[in-house]
Nanobody, 121 residues
Framework: QVQLVESGGGSVQAGGSLRLSCAAS????????VGWFRQAPGKEREFVAG????????YYADSVKGRFTISRDNAKNTGYLQMNSLKPEDTAVYYC??????????????WGQGTQVTVSS
């Protein structure tokens, strides 16, 4: 069983930055692709970014391209989402997910509990 724990959420003003972390345990991290998702109040969960097991393949939602950067450190069993130039519409609960296969949809087997990101104008 894989456990994922997100951290790094918080409140920031528009234009600011946050870095989310996703700490994994229970399985060799390098065997898992990592995805980040978010869900705003009243909206469906949406894909934000995904990174393959090796880190070679990376995907982003159009809404975050050029502002967010996904990365991973397999030695630390941790995935990251660097969020720059944040906008109020980025406000959501952000979830980390993991699976042996890299998806741009919600097919991931393992999920974290989520961390709140609030961006004020």
């Amino acid at each position: 069983q894989v456990q994922l724990v997100e951290s790094g959420g918080g409140s920031v003003q528009a234009g600011g930055s946050l870095r989310l972390s996703c700490a994994a345990s229970g399985r060799t991290f390098s065997t898992l692709a990592v995805g980040w998702f978010r869900q705003a109040p009243g909206k469906e969960r949406e894909f934000v970014a995904g990174i393959s097991r090796s880190g070679i393949s990376i995907y982003y939602a159009d809404s975050v391209k050029g502002r967010f950067t996904i990365s991973r450190d397999n030695a630390k069993n941790t995935g990251y989402l660097q969020m720059n130039s944040l906008k109020p519409e980025d406000t959501a609960v952000y979830y980390c997910a993991a699976d042996p296969i890299l998806y741009s949809s919600g097919k991931y087997v393992y999920w974290g509990q989520g961390t709140q990101v609030t961006v004020s104008s």
